[in-house]
């Protein structure tokens, strides 16, 4: 039987303290060496595209795909879990808010395990789309932070974004006019927008500083500049093969000699200890998170586990063959 999980019914389960331990837990089984993840392909279709990931966890019996048409119409994600043995498909989810909770999450696990301590501290939010209050969620679901800034382009879309997450995370949250006013004093930069053209310049990056940047995830969008790339100490990112390919924030300096591919590292490695990560206050760190489909088939099977201890879902009827039937 499969499992068949509508969109309020995972945000019924999925919490971001869930979602944490899962992008964690994945991240950490990756570093040794225990979790495929497989880039993502696309298929051009004229007025958008149809895109494919995939990873498995044989240790967890596990492996899956997350796939979405985006286009003129919009765009909604499927993740399908099939069992790693031939049990056959185990779950559907639709995954419209997973993936804005696992990206969160994933910035949230950069931050854990490369930003320095601080006491009281800043983050700056260069964005304020509906990915960037996850991604805000995350970073102070690990951090204790003091006060937070927003800013975005549009006036009315920052300031709503302050009002309504300074009510949900108990800290203050300021709409900045300006990248550089929000940044000033922060210790951690999260940069999540859609932009074609460099938000984040290397005269704004100071020493210490960790940044997330989220929302350049193909070779055509850039949200950080060369310099800017090429000032931080330690760069990891959620998979190296798939930022090869499509983060445009890595393939700039990269091909431009600012930076080798060989200095740039899987989070996983980081989390996993084999990889020391940030190894001093003033070191400036850096994670390029492109969203990856280990990310989802970790978060999507502790929501399938939790349904179905629950009795929520729908069961769909199919079949399998049994080993050695043909």
Not at 62 to 86: D, H, M, T
Request: hydrophobic share 45%; glycine share 12%; net charge negative.
């Amino acid at each position: 039987m499969t499992l068949y999980l509508t969109e309020s019914e995972v945000g019924e389960l999925l919490t971001m303290d869930l979602a944490l331990e899962a992008v964690e837990e994945v991240f950490e089984a990756r570093g040794r060496g225990e979790v495929i993840n497989h880039p993502r392909s696309r298929i051009a279709l004229g007025t958008g595209s149809y895109n494919l990931m995939a990873a498995g966890w044989p240790a967890k019996g596990i492996v899956g795909s997350k796939s979405y048409v985006g286009g003129s119409g919009g765009i909604a994600f499927q993740v399908l879990i099939y069992g790693a043995s031939g049990e056959g498909l185990l779950g559907i989810l639709d995954a419209n808010l997973m993936g804005q909770i696992r990206t969160g999450a994933a910035s949230g696990i950069g931050t854990r395990h490369m930003a320095r301590w601080c006491d009281n501290g800043k983050v700056a939010v260069i964005g304020s789309g509906y990915q960037a209050r996850t991604q805000l969620e995350a970073v102070t679901s690990v951090r204790e932070l003091g006060a937070a800034a927003v800013y975005s382009r549009n006036v009315e879309n920052r300031e709503s974004f302050a009002t309504v997450m300074t009510e949900k995370l108990e800290i203050p949250v300021a709409a900045a006019s300006s990248v550089e006013e929000c940044v000033e004093g922060a210790d951690i930069i999260i940069v999540i927008t859609n932009s074609r053209e460099p938000v984040l310049l290397g005269e704004m990056v100071k020493e210490g500083v960790h940044i997330n940047a989220a929302g350049a995830n193909g070779w055509q969008r850039r949200e950080l500049d060369t310099r800017a790339v090429a000032k931080c100490d330690i760069i990891a990112t959620d998979d190296v093969d798939q930022a090869k390919i499509e983060c445009a924030d890595l393939m700039a300096p990269a091909d431009a000699g600012r930076i080798r591919w060989e200095q740039v590292v899987n989070l996983g490695e980081i989390v996993a200890g084999t990889h020391p990560g940030r190894t001093d206050a003033s070191q400036i760190t850096l994670f390029e998170s492109q969203g990856v489909a280990m990310e989802d088939i970790a978060v999507g099977k502790r929501v399938l586990d939790l349904a179905l201890a629950r009795g929520i879902g729908t069961q769909l009827s199919g079949g399998r063959m049994e080993a050695g039937s043909l």
